[in-house]
């Protein structure tokens, strides 16, 4: 899958929409991303975390992988599909109060090798923060992947990282979006009526 195809199947399924839209932290931006929607078909979903587990080569051995854990929620489908893909166990990280934390009974070794897996990256944070929590108990993390780049490449992990594609996506403050200037009436995602 080169970064075209995922974008064309992002736009197929509505997980990449363009127009003038509201995000929830207020700012205004022509994009919007909800990865979740790409990933509703278990078919697709492996296609994605194949393609994950072919562009590891680039900064790990996949061999030398034991486990793939993934921040929830967003994480989870990937995650597991990227799992899958590489025949090794899954286990993911949530927040307790706040914190990223390992629950449910996952058992995590001192030196287990883990890839931490993400649908989007932004920031980085959440990454991060599994990253964090996984160390906690003495795994090591040798790298990290996602689907998507939205830093454009800047996200920092402290560990190597790919993505399948990487976006630039500009956001604005209302007061000076380009699009409000026109004229052009903002909406909140999902508000949209399509077709
Ligand atoms: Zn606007």
Redesign the pocket.
């Known amino acids: 899958m080169n970064p075209e195809q995922i974008l064309d199947h992002f736009r197929f399924t509505d997980a990449l929409l363009e127009g003038?839209f509201?995000l929830s932290s207020g700012l205004?931006s022509g994009n919007y991303l909800q990865c979740a929607l790409a990933l509703q078909y278990p078919t697709d979903a492996r296609q994605f975390g194949k393609a994950i587990a072919e562009a590891l080569p680039a900064i790990v051995d996949p061999s030398s992988i034991d486990t793939v854990a993934s921040p929830a929620i967003g994480g989870l489908v990937i995650g597991y599909a990227v799992a899958e893909a590489l025949n090794v166990r899954f286990i993911w990280t949530e927040r307790q109060t706040g914190e990223m934390t390992v629950r449910r009974g996952f058992n995590v070794r001192p030196g287990e090798r883990i890839l931490v897996v993400e649908d989007v990256i932004t920031t980085g944070g959440s990454t991060r923060e599994c990253i964090a929590a996984l160390e906690k108990h003495g795994a090591r993390t040798v790298a990290a992947a996602s689907i998507v780049d939205r830093s454009n490449g800047t996200a920092d992990v402290g560990v190597p990282r790919i993505s399948l594609v990487t976006m630039n996506v500009p956001t604005?403050d209302?007061a000076q979006?380009p699009?409000?200037a026109r004229g052009?009436e903002?909406v909140k995602p999902g508000s949209r009526t399509s077709k």
């Open positions: 003038h509201i205004h604005y209302p979006c699009m409000c052009d903002a």
